[in-house]
Every structure is written in C-alpha cells, then in structure tokens.
C-alpha cells in the first residue's frame, strides 16, 4: 500500500491496538474503489508493491545506461550476424 493519509491512520490505529468493529469503521466501504478508481490519493486505498519483492539492487543513472548500451551493442551484434548468414 502506498504511504498515504489513509495508510498511516491505518497503521497507527494497528499499532493502536483498533478492535475489529473499530477498524472496519477506519478502512470503510471500498476504500479501494476511492483510491483506484476515482482516485482520492490521501483517503483511498492505493495499493501496491505486489512485485517490490522482486528488486534487487537500484542501480545509479549511469550504471544503468551504460547496462543498457552494452545490451544494445550485443543484440546489434547477434541481429547482424543473422542479417549477414541470411542475406537474400
């Protein structure tokens, strides 16, 4: 869930210790639906961070560019070895 008025009232009322009937109360009816889709960025549930799991390491700019241009120069190199043994 995106860090949000509505996710800190949330955690702070867990942290609280909120009964059940109290937390309904909090999270309310489609809290989603006010969040997603007519999108309330404060009180709306905005949810996310299914894949964040899957990040291991946040590269600089630069150590990403020059990732991506080595990838460029050897998908280059394969596409023109194909090219150059399929000529027509």
């Known amino acids: 869930m995106l860090k949000n008025d509505f996710a800190l009232n949330a955690?702070?009322?867990?942290k609280d210790g909120w009964n059940?009937?109290?937390?309904k109360m909090l999270l309310g009816n489609k809290r989603e639906m006010l969040g997603i889709f007519e999108?309330?960025?404060?009180?709306?549930?905005?949810?996310?961070?299914q894949?964040?799991?899957?990040?291991?390491e946040i590269?600089?700019?630069?150590?990403?560019?020059n990732k991506f241009l080595k990838e460029v120069e050897k998908a280059n190199v394969r596409n023109q070895m194909i090219v150059t043994t399929h000529s027509y």
């Open 39 to 49: 999108g309330n960025g404060n009180e709306g549930e905005m949810e996310a961070g």
């Open 20 to 23: 059940e009937d109290k937390l």
């Open 59 to 65: 590269p600089t700019v630069d150590l990403l560019m």
């Open 11 to 14: 955690v702070k009322a867990d």
């Open 51 to 56: 894949s964040s799991g899957l990040i291991k």
